[in-house]
């Protein structure tokens, strides 16, 4: 018995996950990327990340996507991007760019979605673009999808109801059943009511999985509105996917900067999920409905464990390993670099030893 529990204990212990972001960052050209006060907050977002969406890039020259990457990778981290054309109907044009870490995962192919002639006929103001992601960190689930997407605002309910068609394109062209769309899907206030939300395409067939719910706001401004969204499709996906990780992150509280700071940033906050193996759901599960997550099982508070990890004038800068938020689920104790705490370790033995000296 003891052996058995030591096994379990070193393969919980070992499990990883990956995490994966999306952030909206405002107007991201040549001119924000020249203010260093600003990007030193921009590559501590960006660095919590395994993978990360950035949307919103607006540089005709083409300077601040391989930018971004050679500073994320300037502390010796290893970092890739991939990133979609320049995208929009008329002069006004934004891109992609997927940020990845290398050692934690494979990019075979990517994907951009054609709607037809950029005429005002099409689908979509700026096409979903994405990347076919191959990871051993995931257990099962070795190749999955990753679409992102910015929907326009005065277009979201029929954009919103296009992403669709684009699912069974990515899943067609890439070979896969499971894959995640995220973004800033303006699916919330003014631009999205609450019962068009609910006639949605999306919402109204089950195979989909909204991790964020209508009551976040992923906003920075005085506005509450869930603009910035995660769904999945694929039975692998969704059940690997560590529901309880899902949230809007607060960097301006982490790293306690101003009102003005934090805009300067971005007016979104990134959006987030842990895809991990399939070893979490030996643990008890939770449940969600109609795209908000509701949890059953071990309650566990995240504890907020910091590092410094970078000095600015002089003063550090604590990047936290793992959010601050109170969460009731199993999985609430998996730290931000994936390593899984040493309380759902000692969750895992417990309920082994009460399962067996049950028999």
């Not at 699912?167 to 070979?175: L, S, Y």
């Not at 769309?181 to 939300?197: H, L, P, Q, R, W």
């Not at 805009?263 to 939770?286: G, M, Q, R, T």
Request: aromatic content about 10%; some cysteine.
């Amino acid at each position: 018995m003891l052996s058995f529990l030591w096994i379990s204990l070193l393969v919980i212990s070992q499990t990883e996950a990956l995490k994966i972001g999306a952030f909206n960052i405002q107007t991201l050209g040549r001119t924000k990327y020249g203010k260093e006060e600003v990007m030193v907050y921009i590559d501590l977002i960006l660095r919590r990340y395994d993978i990360v969406l950035v949307q919103e890039i607006r540089d005709a020259a083409g300077n601040v996507i391989p930018g971004i990457r050679n500073r994320l990778a300037s502390n010796g981290e290893e970092w890739e991007v991939v990133y979609s054309e320049r995208l929009g109907r008329n002069s006004y044009k934004e891109q992609y760019a997927f940020y990845y870490r290398p050692d934690k995962i494979t990019v075979e192919s990517s994907y951009q979605y054609d709607d037809g002639v950029d005429d005002g006929t099409d689908a979509f103001s700026r096409e979903p673009f994405g990347i076919l992601v191959n990871s051993d960190i995931t257990g099962g689930l070795k190749k999955f999808g990753i679409l992102g997407v910015h929907i326009a605002p005065n277009e979201a309910v029929e954009e919103l109801n296009a992403l669709v068609d684009v699912f069974t394109a990515a899943k067609e062209n890439w070979g896969v059943d499971d894959v995640m769309i995220m973004g800033d899907f303006n699916a919330d206030c003014t631009y999205v009511s609450d019962e068009e939300k609910e006639q949605l395409d999306l919402r109204t067939d089950n195979s989909y999985l909204w991790l964020i719910g209508d009551d976040v706001d992923t906003t920075v401004s005085s506005t509450d509105c869930a603009y910035d969204r995660i769904v999945l499709t694929g039975d692998l996906l969704k059940a690997a996917a560590i529901t309880s990780s899902a949230q809007e992150w607060r960097f301006d509280n982490v790293f306690n900067v101003n009102a003005t700071m934090t805009k300067a940033v971005s007016d979104h906050y990134p959006v987030e999920v842990n895809i991990a193996s399939d070893i979490f759901h030996l643990l008890p599960e939770s449940n969600s409905t109609d795209g908000n997550t509701t949890d059953s099982g071990m309650s566990t508070t995240m504890e907020l464990t910091s590092v410094t990890t970078t000095s600015i004038l002089g003063s550090s800068i604590s990047d936290p390993l793992t959010s601050s938020h109170t969460t009731t689920d199993r999985n609430s104790a998996v730290r931000s670099t994936g390593s899984v705490s040493w309380k759902l370790a000692v969750y895992f033995l417990l309920s082994n030893i009460l399962a067996v000296s049950s028999l």
